[in-house]
């Protein structure tokens, strides 16, 4: 439990919760809990894992420029569905892949469209086809980090910043209370 | 690595991007657990929940036809789930509120945000091997503690019928 507890009852409803501590369910044994957090803090198996990411990242690369063609192809299409699902691909993987300033350009797209969707609102075209072409760039850019690819990605940002608080702003005047469109 | 093994720790990995799931299958062994199941989506991993008993299981979130979400809810809430308890971490690149907060709150163990990190990965691991939550069944939820940190500064809101059970009655 946590804090002060009140003196009195709180006018909330009050859950009746049975609280289940461990052992009285399954957990680790004791010696193997103990032998994984060796290994866990170990350096060597540490720097190994470090190790396997750093080698997967070309593979990776390559399999974001994959999903960068097949973006801007269900782009050209007006198939946004697809657009959304490749830049999710994208956000999800960038970042492994080396290329830091599109998994944010990506996860920027994708925090501006599933925040239309929830509103029931039309995607800003103009602002959906920057992020499409930032994403591009950057992705096939060979040193996307050390060029634009961070200062495209916060000016990107702020502007979809800007619109999700036009959209939290309309929803909260249609309802009297928070809107759903904000990031966390 | 330090050659360390887990001879009957078993994991499931569920991830609908191939690289993904190669990746955390990777890191896995690399730890020196050898048993790595997969799984495409929720409604696979489910089937290999019950056929295989994994002691560890990585999740994304957004998947087709049963997402993570809707995986988590049904391992910890469903009367044929074969382990209602299995730690859960949740590996996504959502960073939407709304979503990290519907993970919660059907009883994920852990987040990890991509891009994935060895470090990140292994403390969540830690975490959930080191210190164990209590788990929590109401009538509106069913999973880990989500109250992990002892504050000394909550006031409140207070919902619980525990955090009453000493207060006088007023007659």
């Given amino acids: 439990m946590t804090g002060k507890k009140p003196a009195s009852r709180a006018p909330h409803k009050r859950a009746h919760a049975i609280k289940i501590p461990p052992g009285a369910y399954p957990v680790f044994s004791p010696k193997v809990a103990s032998r994984l957090s060796q290994a866990l803090r170990d350096p060597q198996v540490v720097a190994a894992a470090a190790r396997v990411i750093a080698h997967k990242a070309e593979d990776l690369r390559v399999a974001v420029l994959g999903y960068v063609d097949r973006m801007e192809e269900a782009a050209r299409a007006a198939d946004l569905t697809t657009t959304f699902e490749q830049a999710h691909e994208i956000r999800g993987l960038a970042g492994n892949a080396g290329l ?3 998994g944010r350009i990506a996860n920027g797209l994708c925090k501006y469209l599933d925040a239309i969707d929830r509103a029931g609102r039309t995607p ?11 994403i591009a760039r950057a992705a096939r850019a060979e040193d996307e980090a050390t060029r634009l690819g961070d200062t495209v990605a916060n000016e990107l940002a702020a502007l979809v910043d800007k ?4 959209i939290n702003d309309s929803a909260r005047r249609k309802t009297g209370r928070d809107a759903p469109a904000g990031g966390a | 690595m330090s050659g360390t093994t887990f001879e009957h720790l078993k994991a499931l990995v569920v991830e609908d991007n191939v690289h993904m799931r190669t990746l955390l299958r990777s890191l896995l062994t690399a730890l020196g657990i050898n048993h790595v199941y997969e799984a495409g989506n929720g409604a696979d991993a489910f089937a290999v929940l019950s056929d295989k008993s994994p002691d560890l299981i990585l ?4 998947m087709k036809p049963v997402d993570g979400i809707d995986f988590t809810r049904r391992v910890r809430l469903s009367h044929d789930s074969p382990n209602p308890y299995v730690p859960i971490i949740m590996i996504t690149g ?5 979503k990290v907060e519907a993970a919660r709150d059907v009883g994920v163990t852990e987040f990890l945000a991509k891009p994935i990190t060895a470090q ?4 969540r691991i830690a975490e959930i091997v080191e210190r164990p939550r209590p788990y929590v069944r109401c009538a509106e939820y069913f999973g880990p503690d989500r109250r992990r940190r002892a504050d000394e500064l909550f006031t409140g809101p207070w919902r619980r019928h ?3 059970e000493n207060d006088l009655e007023i007659k």
């Fill in chain 1, 124 to 134: 800003d075209q103009t602002l959906v086809a920057l992020h499409l072409e930032a």
């Fill in chain 2, 162 to 164: 525990e955090d009453f």
């Fill in chain 1, 163 to 166: 619109k999700l608080a036009e």
């Fill in chain 2, 120 to 123: 990140g990965l292994f403390l």
């Fill in chain 1, 100 to 102: 830091v300033a599109t």
């Fill in chain 2, 59 to 62: 999740t994304d979130l957004s």
């Fill in chain 2, 94 to 98: 959502h960073t939407e509120r709304h």
